[in-house]
């Protein structure tokens, strides 16, 4: 643990200093697409959350009549709406509606009146949702000021809650039966239950599920911010909840992401007016030193959001009048986990200075959708952001000594296999290199060629690394995954 | 060296005291059951074929010496390349011989100058190997009567030989030595003077 809090320590020195100067310009024309109004009608009352699965996105509000809304989209671009039936008109006045999203469908969480925490489930992108499902048992209520907030994973739903007593808890469904037992994550009662300068100010905890494991993040009545990582989330394995270091308090609760082993998570801090601060860990919540994504005047108005896909991260969040800034939701992109990041840019062409609350951000493999609400007419809006699928590098690749042995000689040989990848570009070819630079290519295997890289006459006792990356169509070039070969393919060979 | 060997070998059996009736000349075929590791799984069993002079030594010892050949195609092993191998080996020694009521039982050992020839079919190998190889001979068998002046000969005899190898094929390979061991079953048909 010790060297896991230097190595991310030395790394965050030096990525915050890599992060902070970074001074380009923003592009002529903002590549997110013009805004879509999914509310249509107005009438919303709370913030505007989104999640995404590979059928496409949801973005989820509540209304003045206490109705919980969904709006679908299978590209980003087109959506539908309707109702969260189940919820019918029993969503707490003034709170948020959250979903996650895995294969097997979406998940709508919300908070009632009495306090107690509600989830329904769709197969179909919201074309018919279950009965309600109780997400807190009797013996946990719920804090007045609080969401339930949700996130699916390939395992499952983990909705994360915090209880009267403020302490946070958390709870597993597959988003059809019943939620397990809460698991308890504090027991200090330290969980804050607001969330300054959104629409609602209302508290929530948030949770990454990524396959199997879930990290917890949450704002801290002292004002840092905190997570807690479960190794399993069916049962909840025992964790301990970790501070994310601070630079001073927040003034938001966190939002968290994963990719590739990486979490990120970004929350508001008061030093310099409120900037938007990141941090970033391993799955091991080891948090480096918050790091801020820019200087003035781009600062947040709300609690800045985050999201990733196979691009990278994205962070969003709106920008206000007050200063001295047009007024708008902007974005910043991170394609190296967090060391460098684009210049902080309008999602808008045209500024908006009558937008609020923060920005709700999902992605899947075509790109992100940010949501927001604009005050202006009280309607839900959407934008995306098409990320070209990139090409991805090849999948289950295995290395291993092959032998051909004559009656007075042995030839030796590296034989290396693998996979294509399950999404992105269709690769044409693949690139075999001897080094982690990619400057000695050793093959090119084509894509519609058994998917088998050889190299004979190797030395029998030595340890031989290769580099492989996927190639498109249009030469682009995906990230290496290496291989070592250094044991031999058939059992009982020497 | 090798050539010195054969030539003691057959001086040696031409200075052995000899009466007419009692050499024999024999040809014969047998089948080669290998037992080291390597020939076995390549080539796997194969047919021999060979000729051998018997001469009396003293008493019932008898001076022997034999040529035999074995050609055999086969794969590599775990890269099933193909390969082929020649086995010429050259032995000499001693049987006793122990007359029963059909004809002799002898019991032999002798040394044995194997040629082993292959020829590997990779480019990723040195494709042709040809050494010596030395090793002994243990020798069962009945000599049966069939009628003067021929006899017939059945043998099960059990051979092994070795041979070095340090061509690397510029660093390419792993040599190691070439180990031709077997049980040989067979028979002949074998003239006596």
């Keep these: 643990m010790r060297s896991i809090i230097l190595k991310n320590t030395i790394m965050f020195s030096v990525l915050s200093i890599l992060a902070v100067p970074v001074q380009a310009s923003c592009p002529a024309t903002t590549p997110w697409t013009d805004p879509v109004n999914l509310s249509i009608s107005g009438g919303v009352t709370s913030n505007i959350f989104s999640a995404a699965s590979s059928a496409g996105f949801m973005a989820v509000w509540a209304d003045s009549s206490n109705r919980a809304h969904y709006s679908f989209s299978a590209d980003g671009q087109s959506w539908s709406q309707g109702l969260v039936s189940a919820a019918a008109s029993n969503v707490a006045s003034n709170s948020d509606v959250f979903v996650g999203a895995n294969a097997d469908g979406f998940v709508v969480t919300w908070i009632d009146s009495s306090n107690n925490g509600w989830s329904s489930f769709s197969a179909d992108q919201g074309a018919s949702w279950s009965t309600a499902i109780r997400i807190n048992p009797n013996s946990l209520s719920l804090n007045a000021n609080s969401d339930v907030f949700v996130n699916g994973g390939s395992e499952g739903f983990v909705a994360a809650m915090i209880g009267s007593d403020n302490n946070a808890y958390v709870s597993y469904s597959n988003g059809i039966d019943a939620w397990s037992a809460p698991a308890q994550v504090t027991t200090d009662g330290s969980v804050y239950d607001q969330n300054w300068n959104s629409k609602t100010n209302r508290g929530f905890v948030t949770v990454k599920v990524v396959g199997q494991t879930a990290m917890v993040t949450w704002w801290n009545n002292l004002f840092p911010t905190y997570s807690a990582f479960f190794e399993t989330i069916n049962p909840f394995s025992s964790t301990t909840p970790y501070p994310i270091l601070s630079v001073g308090f927040f003034e938001s609760v966190p939002s968290v992401d994963e990719l590739n082993g990486y979490y990120m998570v970004v929350s508001r801090a008061n030093v310099n007016d409120g900037q938007t601060y990141f941090s970033v860990a391993t799955h091991v919540p080891s948090w480096a030193t918050f790091a801020p994504f820019a200087t003035n005047p781009r600062n947040p108005d709300a609690g800045p959001w985050v999201a990733a896909n196979q691009a990278g991260f994205i962070s969003a969040w709106v920008v206000g009048e007050n200063q001295n800034d047009p007024g708008t939701p902007v974005w910043t992109f991170s394609a190296n986990n967090g060391f460098d990041w684009t210049p902080v840019c309008s999602i808008l062409a045209a500024p908006s200075s009558t937008i609020g609350g923060p920005v709700g951000l999902s992605a899947n493999n075509h790109g992100f959708v940010a949501t927001w609400l604009d005050s202006n007419d009280s309607n839900a809006y959407a934008s995306f952001y098409f990320t070209p699928a990139s090409v991805l590098p090849p999948t289950d690749v295995v290395g291993c000594k092959s032998q051909n042995i004559f009656l007075s000689q042995t030839e030796y040989a590296n034989v290396i296999t693998w996979s294509p990848p399950t999404s992105g570009m269709p690769p044409v070819s693949y690139k075999i290199y001897r080094d982690a630079n990619l400057t000695n290519l050793v093959a090119t295997i084509p894509a519609n060629k058994p998917l088998e890289f050889v190299e004979h006459n190797v030395q029998p006792k030595v340890s031989y690394t290769y580099y492989l990356v996927s190639v498109s169509a249009d030469d682009q070039t995906s990230a290496a995954v290496s291989v070592t070969v250094n044991h031999y393919c058939q059992k009982g060979s020497k | ?193």
């Excluded at chain 2, 190997?129 to 009628?147: E, P, R, T, V």
């Excluded at chain 2, 070095?164 to 003077?193: C, D, E, M, W």
């Design chain 2, 1 to 193: 060296m090798m050539k010195k060997i054969i030539l003691l070998a057959v001086l040696a059996f031409l200075v052995t005291p000899v009466t007419a009736q009692e050499v024999f000349i024999e040809i014969k075929g047998s089948g080669f059951f290998p037992t080291s590791h390597l020939f076995k799984n390549i080539y796997h069993e194969a047919g021999m074929i060979g000729g051998e002079l018997t001469a009396p030594a003293y008493n019932n010892l008898y001076a022997w010496l034999s040529v035999d050949y074995l050609r055999k195609s086969g794969l590599s092993l775990i890269g099933n390349s193909k390969t082929k191998v020649r086995y010429l080996p050259i032995g000499f020694g001693l049987k006793y011989l122990h007359p029963f009521c059909y004809g002799d039982l002898y019991f032999g050992l002798g040394v044995l100058a194997a040629r082993i020839r292959t020829h590997d079919f990779s480019p990723n190998v040195a494709p042709f190997y040809s050494k010596w190889a030395w090793g002994g001979i243990i020798k069962f068998g009945a000599l049966f009567d069939i009628g003067c002046p021929f006899m017939l000969d059945v043998f099960v005899n059990y051979a092994v030989s070795k041979a070095s190898s340090h061509n690397t094929f510029n660093n390419q390979v792993v040599p190691h030595s070439a180990k031709v061991n077997g049980v040989i079953f067979g028979g002949g048909l074998a003239y006596r003077f």
